[in-house]
C-alpha cells in the first residue's frame, strides 16, 4: 500500500503556471500515477497518467499541450507541469496510484482503477 500526498495548488490568473506535486510514500517504480481533477458539481475526471512499466505518459485532450507528467521513482515523487491555465481548470487536483499494468491504456484514464488516492490541492484559476 501506498499513501500519496500532493502540493502545489494554489490562486493563479489564466496564462500562469502550477507545478502539482504527488510524493509518495514508499516506492514508486511499480505504480502508474494518475492526475484526476473535480471541479465543483461535476464528476471526476482524468487528466493525466505516468506508466510505471512502459513510460508512457497519456493526457485528456482539454489539456494537451499545456500539462505535462513527470515522474523521479528516486524522490517517489510524480509532477504536474501545468502552463496557460484557464479558468476551467480550476478543480481539486488528486494524484492516484495503480499497481496494475493493462494491455489496453483505456484503463489508465479510469478513476476506479486506481485504489490508492491522496488527499487533493486545490487549483484556482482566476480570469
Known amino acids: 500500500q501506498v499513501q500519496l500526498v500532493e502540493s502545489g495548488g494554489g490562486l493563479v490568473q489564466a496564462g500562469d503556471s502550477l507545478r502539482l506535486s504527488c510524493a509518495a510514500s514508499?516506492?514508486?517504480?511499480?505504480?502508474?500515477i494518475g492526475w484526476f481533477r473535480q471541479a465543483p458539481g461535476k464528476e471526476r475526471e482524468f487528466v493525466a497518467a505516468?506508466?510505471?512499466?512502459?513510460?508512457?505518459?497519456y493526457y485528456t485532450d482539454s489539456v494537451k499541450g499545456r500539462f505535462t507528467i513527470s515522474r523521479d521513482n528516486a524522490k517517489n515523487t510524480v509532477y504536474l507541469q501545468m502552463n496557460s491555465l484557464k479558468p476551467e481548470d480550476t478543480a481539486v487536483y488528486y494524484c492516484?496510484?495503480?499497481?496494475?499494468?493493462?494491455?489496453?491504456?483505456?484503463?489508465?484514464?479510469?478513476?476506479?482503477?486506481?485504489?490508492?488516492w491522496g488527499q487533493g490541492t486545490q487549483v484556482t484559476v482566476s480570469s
Open positions: 505516468a506508466v510505471h512499466s512502459i513510460g508512457e505518459t
Open positions: 514508499g516506492s514508486i517504480s511499480d505504480y502508474t
Open positions: 492516484a496510484a495503480n499497481p496494475r499494468t493493462y494491455a489496453s491504456p483505456v484503463h489508465y484514464y479510469r478513476s476506479d482503477e486506481y485504489p490508492f
